[in-house]
């Protein structure tokens, strides 16, 4: 008896990572990537004008986002995470000129709490305790419906936090995603909050490993291969319809769609998606940071969300970042400049630099949009979903992303074992 083939449709994290999981099942693999490479929206590429290879974003993991290290474990790829070896995280506030580090304790017991110089400045222990209304928050609720938006605790700690996570204006976020964002990072303690970044870019650390096991493994990686349609008939996927091509499906075969969420909507009839997305701008710049600058910087009062520190850039991330995506690239490279020179003491004097706008990033991380995201299965019998956009509990990250193929591939699995 021929083995089942499962063909994924897409090559970003989310797809990967069904492929990996799928790699311990009795069947073929086949990934369909439309563009010429692999990764999505986590991705390197090297840059003529800045004579170095940087990625298309700043991606922040944090040592609590276990399915991601599962997922680098599985490709041995770990050791490309650089991060503190206890939760130490850098602030400073344009406004004011204040800097501190944030240090939770590694443990549960968040005993931090009571010492001035771990907290926030100006804030007080029970100040940390108005997330626990956010903990009880309703499916329906807005994060500003829970919590006290316009505290000084809010503005300097939780409102980046969430901000960054949910790549929303937090006061209008889904309370339910902010929730469950903080039960597994702080609420676990600092030992859930290490920040890792992929130190030498996130294709040598998520994409190429993933792209060798996979070939080891015997899985096809087939690029420029865009899915036109879908040939469905009695209740499944009969057939898959490219460009140039169509595969029909024998009986056993499945289908991982990995495709972002407008791409998935186009392709299953009345399929629920979220409909409303935000941007996210990356800008790099070829410059050497000074000693003792933090390797990640969280900045509160400026355009500059955080600062990234590689040793040979400086990158900034804004999350949210609507307000500024249709400016010109020239003036958002000088004004975002003159910022990250305040924060570093470098020069005004503007370097090579980048800007990368994301304009369809993420899902509005907005309870009204949290209630679109579909589940990993169909209404099809061999049609799964994969993706950021997928319902995971979480918004969209990589983490998000890789629960949503591993998901995907155990559904999957479990077809398969019972075929």
């Given at each position: 008896m021929e083995r089942p083939v499962v063909h994924i449709v897409g090559a970003g994290l989310a797809g990967?990572?069904?492929?990996?999981?799928l790699s311990q099942a009795p069947?073929?693999?086949v990934v369909h990537e439309a563009s010429r490479q692999a990764g999505?929206?986590?991705r390197s590429f090297f840059d003529e004008a800045m004579n170095t290879t940087i990625d298309n974003g700043n991606h922040l993991l944090l040592s609590g986002n276990d399915s991601a290290l599962a997922y680098l474990d599985a490709i041995g790829a770990r050791h490309e995470l650089r991060g503190p070896a206890r939760c130490e995280i850098a602030f400073a506030d344009m406004a004011s000129g204040e800097r501190w580090i944030l240090r939770p304790n590694e443990g549960r017991l968040p005993w931090w709490l009571l010492f001035e110089r771990r907290r926030v400045p100006r804030t007080r222990a029970i100040d940390y305790l108005s997330v626990a209304r956010l903990l009880r928050a309703?499916?329906?609720?807005k994060v500003a419906d829970v919590m006290d938006c316009s505290a000084a605790l809010f503005e300097r700690l939780w409102g980046p936090f969430f901000l960054a996570a949910l790549n929303t204006d937090p006061k209008g976020g889904s309370a339910a995603l902010a929730a469950m964002i903080l039960r597994q990072t702080l609420a676990r303690g600092g030992r859930a909050c290490h920040p890792l970044v992929a130190a030498h870019g996130l294709s040598r650390a998520f994409v190429?490993?993933?792209?060798k096991f996979l070939r080891r493994g015997g899985a096809q990686v087939r690029f420029e291969r865009r899915l036109r349609a879908f040939d469905f008939a009695e209740g499944r996927v009969a057939g898959l319809e490219f460009e140039h091509d169509s595969i029909a499906l024998d009986a056993q075969d499945l289908v991982v769609l990995a495709a972002p969420a407008h791409v998935a909507a186009a392709l299953a009839p009345g399929l629920s998606t979220p409909r409303a997305f935000n941007a996210i701008l990356n800008a790099h710049f070829s410059i050497a940071p000074p000693p003792k600058t933090p390797p990640?910087?969280?900045?509160?009062n400026a355009s500059v969300q955080w600062l990234f520190a590689y040793p040979d850039r400086l990158s900034v991330t804004v999350s949210d970042a609507g307000a500024l995506i249709d400016m010109p690239r020239e003036k958002l490279a000088a004004d975002l400049w003159r910022e990250v020179a305040g924060l570093t003491g470098l020069s005004d004097e503007l370097p090579s630099w980048r800007i990368i706008k994301e304009r369809r990033a993420t899902f509005a991380a907005t309870p009204e949009q949290e209630a679109l995201r579909p589940p990993s299965q169909t209404q099809w019998s061999n049609l799964l979903l994969a993706g950021d956009y997928v319902r995971t509990g979480l918004p969209a990250t990589i983490e998000g992303a890789i629960r949503s193929g591993d998901t995907a591939a155990r559904i999957a699995m479990e077809r398969i074992g019972g075929s």
């Open positions: 990967l990572a069904a492929a990996v999981k069947c073929d693999i999505g929206r986590c309703s499916a329906q609720a190429d490993p993933a792209l990640i910087l969280g900045v509160v």
